[in-house]
């Protein structure tokens, strides 16, 4: 389960509406049972169950601290029609650190009240089902002539661009940051100043892909090279 | 344009409803406007409009041979609800040159009636998408425990799962197998038969996939091993 807030060994914490739902009728937990959770920023616990009612409420018997290892932050442009939720999904599955979408010349993401909540909801599902006791942080949308001053951390930078070079070995050690272009492609001067600011260009596949696609092709390539 | 029975150059040929409509009315071409078409199968031709009406009729003017370089099979397991179109869909754009549906302990592939048909409407949007001239082939489903002797031709064979080592560098020559459970996972007798068969386990991230995640991803390390 996903508790934000995990108190010291001890403490007592109420489940949120979701997650007691999940855990009292889904699961069917009852008191005394124990239940691992985590507050997706690396602590793993292990809960017991005080009370299994419409509230479900636990106890933490013990938790622990986990660091990522690999780190990766995708900034991404906007993809055609509804295709933002299962790209958002899929970058959780495959454990991104961080999700930075990128306001292009091309396009913008736009109109995101309804998209954010579903969007942070799709990154605890996922951070669920990968077992995974970090989530996903999603940034708020920034311009592309932002993003070499937003990366300036990373180790490596990768461009997502047909006719790029290979991807140049997938151990990517400390935080790789990977750009890839909305759905009508990033312009020639945002190519030229990513470029500029260290995104070196990498070929995905033969073809050309679609920006969701290519975003989790990339994220792909970096989350085998374990 | 997508038009499986290319003729040789100076043949004159009808363009299926869809792709007329998408001629016609989409791209609004005239009589006289050349157009790029393949047969999915390694022809690449260029062709000019001859009747733009309800159905589109051209001309083959001049045509070329491709041949695939790397080619890649995935054998896949069913996955949750009707992600197997996105699955599908990402596949094709992918490069993937067969996708073998794997009926397993766990989920067996029934009631692909209507499911077929979108799959390859699909697959020839993915190519269209990608400007491949190789159109995805969709194959029968088999049995899990027929993966082994289907997939002799292959140079490499790759199982997904969590806890195997890391995929040995993407720059497969030859044919790539690669099989990924259904989303319960293989059975442990699966698994051995498969690993009995050569399939060699590696790992995908550092979390747990889900079927059409690990599908997609296992094919991503691929592609981007060009």
Sequence with gaps: VYVPDLGAPGAEVALSPDESHYVARVCRARVGDALDGTDGR????TLRVTVADREVRVVVERHERRERGRRAWLLCGAPEGRRDDWMVEKLAELGVERWIPLDCARARWDGLGARRPRWERLAIAALKQSRSPFRMEIADPVAAAEAGALTGAAAVRWLGRAG???????????????AIGPSGGFTRDEEDQLERSGFLPVSLAAGRLRTETAAIAIASVWAAGM
Tied chains: 1, 2.
Excluded at 42 to 45: H, K
Excluded at 164 to 178: E, F, K, Q, V
């Design 42 to 45: 690396g602590t793993v616990a």
């Design 164 to 178: 790029g070079m290979p991807a140049p070995g997938a151990s990517t050690a400390g935080l790789l940051a990977a």
